[in-house]
């Protein structure tokens, strides 16, 4: 069975690799990097797991791993090669590409100069894991996509919401367990990344809550990636529902539900929040203040029934949590405080691959870890912290601005997406390590930016018909 599954997985990812690399380079079309990207991301580490559990070779492994950045460095590449004359390439900076570059750049410092006790391969392996989503933004941010192409990324994304929720409910009610105790995760982890199996689940501490209750993840890697992927989903198919003929407007409300549904599975309760956030955040956009008066009401509707009708453990759960009783979230703020005292102790910086969860931070090394924004501060200090909230917080701005200003209707959606998305993920990048969730990481840098792309050139545009009055 692991060897039928094996060779299912091998197949479709040599056959996606090798199609978008001869798309990329025969043709010229550099931008179909991300359908690849899109489609295979979920899947990374459950097609990692079962690839080992029938292998049992981590050179195959290797080559598995290997293909996401691949793609997008060839990318990169024959971008660079289709424009022979690429010093005369019109760039127009906006602010998200100043200060993603000035990130970027202080990155790069980081890892010539001397700082920090982790080895220089740790530091190169660390300063990959944040090249690489720059990479996809800087592509995204040159992609000129027509409406066939941004309609085939929103299918992706809606079939990689409806098929987790699917998942889920074969894991809730046929196999009464995770998917992961079936496709080698513990061995994988053990074997390839040097991490013991624990819990009640032998997984890790992420697949259950704190009485034990399961904690689903469907393909991803774990519940609070599947928790934050599906918050994409949730935006892509409101916007499609929202700007839809009513005819058909209705075919996207089971996407919708669908990762309400896979929310819940995944019981985070970051996300949950991130849910409610992002909800807010659409009502604001589209001035829906009824929508904003519905989401009191059902945060109101919710401690009614934790007071009153919730079992005695989902009480206690939600109890511990808002006082910090809660092992996790009391870890949290223990992980904050390491963070923010090296901070204050090293407001410059202590070095590459010495914060977060990233395979390259040695545990002996670590300082801090489940804060994105403090990941960073650690490392690279406040300037670098404040350089990504920057990146975030124009990023979000410009694609807002983007989808009540373009004319072309998809790209629109595409732009709200990236903007809603990121709003939301503001919560759970407070308690998590959320960039090395590559699908929803990746695919939304990317999102921002081509939404980047279309902000310059509707600010262009704008710009010509002024001096044309």
């Known amino acids: 069975m692991e060897l039928i599954f094996f060779m299912m997985i091998a197949f479709a990812v040599a056959a996606g690799f090798f199609w978008t690399v001869q798309q990329m380079v025969f043709h010229g079309k550099w931008e179909y990097f991300i359908f ?38 060839i990318a990169g590449i024959v971008f ?32 010539i100069l001397p700082i920090g006790q982790a080895s220089f391969i740790n530091k190169v392996l660390y300063f990959k894991s944040i090249l690489i989503p720059s990479l996809v933004y800087m592509l995204g941010r040159n992609t000129d996509f027509g409406d066939l192409e941004l309609k085939r990324i929103f299918r992706i994304i809606f079939f990689i919401a409806i098929a987790a929720f699917l998942v889920n409910l074969v894991e809730h009610f046929i196999l009464h367990a995770h998917l992961q105790q079936f496709t080698g995760y513990a061995l994988f982890n053990m074997a390839i ?12 501490w992420t697949f259950e809550t704190t009485n034990a209750m399961k904690r689903l993840g469907s393909f991803f890697a774990d519940p609070l990636e599947l928790a934050s992927s599906v918050l994409m989903g949730f935006a892509a198919g409101l916007i499609w529902f929202l700007t839809t003929d009513k005819g058909r407007k ?12 896979s929310l819940i599975f995944a019981s985070s309760r970051a996300s949950f929040a991130a849910f409610f956030l992002m909800v807010f955040f659409i009502a604001l956009v589209f001035k829906l203040y009824k929508l904003i008066s519905f989401g009191f009401l059902a945060v109101l509707l919710f401690v009614l029934y934790v007071l009153f009708l919730a079992p005695e453990d989902f009480y206690y759960f939600v109890v511990d949590t808002l006082t910090f009783a809660n092992t996790s979230s009391l870890g949290h703020v223990i992980e904050w405080g390491l963070a923010l005292d090296s901070m204050l102790t090293y407001p410059l910086g202590i070095g590459l691959a010495m914060s977060g969860n990233f395979g390259s931070v040695s545990d002996e ?55 809603t998305v990121k709003a939301g993920l503001l919560l759970p990048l407070f308690t998590a390590n959320v960039e090395i969730y590559t699908y929803v990481s990746w695919v939304s840098w990317w999102m921002v930016g081509i939404s980047i792309n279309e902000y310059s050139r509707i600010k262009v545009q704008k710009h010509t018909q002024e001096i044309a009055r």
């Open 365 to 419: 090394l670590r300082v801090g870890g489940e804060n994105q924004f403090l990941i960073y501060g650690v490392q690279l200090g406040w300037i670098g912290m404040v350089l990504y909230i920057g990146t975030l917080v124009t990023g979000i701005r410009n694609s807002i601005y983007v989808f009540n200003n373009s004319d072309k209707l998809n790209l629109a959606r595409m732009a709200f997406v990236a903007g």
């Open 36 to 73: 690849f990207l899109a489609a295979f991301l979920p899947f990374y580490i459950t097609s990692l797991s079962v690839v080992y559990l029938a292998t049992r070779s981590p050179l195959l492994v290797s080559l598995f791993q290997i293909s996401k950045e691949a793609t997008v460095i």
């Open 250 to 261: 209705w075919n996207y409300l089971p996407v919708m539900l669908c990762c309400i549904g």
């Open 193 to 204: 990344n040097d991490i013991d199996p624990v819990g009640h689940y032998n997984l890790t």
């Open 80 to 111: 660079v090669l289709y424009h022979r004359n690429i010093f005369n390439y019109p760039f127009r900076l906006q602010s998200t590409d100043w200060f993603m570059l000035a990130f970027i750049g202080l990155a790069v410092l980081f890892l």
